[in-house]
């Protein structure tokens, strides 16, 4: 049953009294009152339920009261961890997403020597009665439009509406090629997922090129058409959460792998999601851009030697072997 929200707004002094009521430890006020101020209480309270005390009757739920020897420095110990590690993902889902704009913005185009590509419905699976699979193309458009709408005051976009007559329901009718630069990453891999699958092979073809540093010693693992968009759907999802500053580590993002693609990734148990299917889909996308060695690196840094917490495995998905997948080789 549903009851009112009855909460009331807390000073700093507040805040960290109710977190001594309820069990944290703070050995000094200032310092909370700093990282409070800074970081936000209910921010932080992503990372302090960890410590929660589990509710005797619903092991499923927490209770306000912490565990016993808690501190809050250990909150923003794993505060700041996640801090570095959403930087590290962040920095390879840009990497991943500028080569995709590039190949989509390359290759769809040269389909039928066109630059308007994207208003030519020819090219992609459409929605009817039989084809519930297909894309909703007017509805696509809207949202593109609105896009444009929005970069408006990008120098590029108005130069176009300033030069060129081409419309496109009273927008302007951008090239591919421009288009590819404003529309987001979840329009972007929409386009690609509705591609007829002859045209799709263009842009999974890219992905399968190898890796262009030679000290990338990983084996190859190809990626099957049908399931790039898997594996971009999954990188999407989390783009979003890096984005928005929101916790990272130990999250885990539902429905978002297909089996045929986790499979294809030797992560068939992590259909959906968390740390550990993250990571390995990165590692591989990362690829062809020559940047992934360097990245695995660094998060193999990151996630064995400096979680503050020891065992990182403990508390997400990642398997106690996670570094010995092929991808990690």
């Known amino acids: 049953m549903l009851i009112p929200y009855n909460k009331s707004y807390l000073t700093l002094d507040q805040q960290i009294e109710k977190l001594k009521v309820n069990g944290l430890i703070i050995h000094n006020e200032n310092y909370a009152k700093k990282c409070l101020i800074s970081y936000n209480y209910y921010r932080l309270s992503a990372y302090w339920h960890l410590f929660r005390q589990r509710d005797p009757n619903d092991s499923t739920k927490k209770l306000g009261k912490f565990e016993s020897g808690h501190t809050f420095e250990e909150v923003i110990q794993i505060y700041e961890f996640d801090y570095q590690l959403r930087k590290l993902i962040f920095e390879a889902i840009t990497d991943i997403e500028t080569f995709l704009r590039t190949q989509v913005a390359y290759h769809i185009p040269g389909i039928n020597n066109d630059a308007f590509a994207m208003y030519d419905q020819s090219l992609f699976y459409m929605r009817s009665r039989r084809n519930l699979k297909g894309i909703d193309y007017q ?191």
């Not at 360097?294 to 030697?305: A, H, M, Q, T």
Request: proline share 4%; with cysteine.
């Open 139 to 329: 509805g696509l458009m809207k949202g593109i439009n609105t896009e444009i709408s929005r970069a408006k005051g990008e120098d590029f976009i108005s130069h176009f509406k300033n030069t060129y007559n081409d419309t496109y329901d009273d927008h302007p009718k951008l090239p591919f090629w421009v288009l590819t630069e404003i529309v987001s990453f979840g329009t972007l891999r929409k386009i690609y997922k509705h591609l007829k699958s002859s045209h799709k092979h263009l842009i999974s073809d890219s992905f399968n090129i190898g890796t262009t540093s030679s000290s990338s010693p990983s084996p190859y693992i190809h990626i099957d058409k049908e399931n790039l968009n898997s594996h971009l759907f999954l990188i999407n999802k989390y783009r979003n959460v890096c984005a928005h500053h929101g916790r990272l580590w130990n999250r885990k993002v539902k429905d978002v792998l297909t089996a045929d693609a986790a499979t294809e990734l030797q992560i068939s148990d992590h259909t959906n999601g968390g740390l550990y299917a993250l990571i390995i889909v990165i590692a591989r996308l990362l690829e062809p851009t020559g940047h992934a060695k360097d990245w695995k690196d660094s998060i193999y840094c990151l996630l064995e030697k400096n979680f503050p917490l020891g065992d990182i495995t403990k508390f997400t998905t990642l398997p106690l072997d996670w570094h010995k997948h092929p991808i990690w080789k």
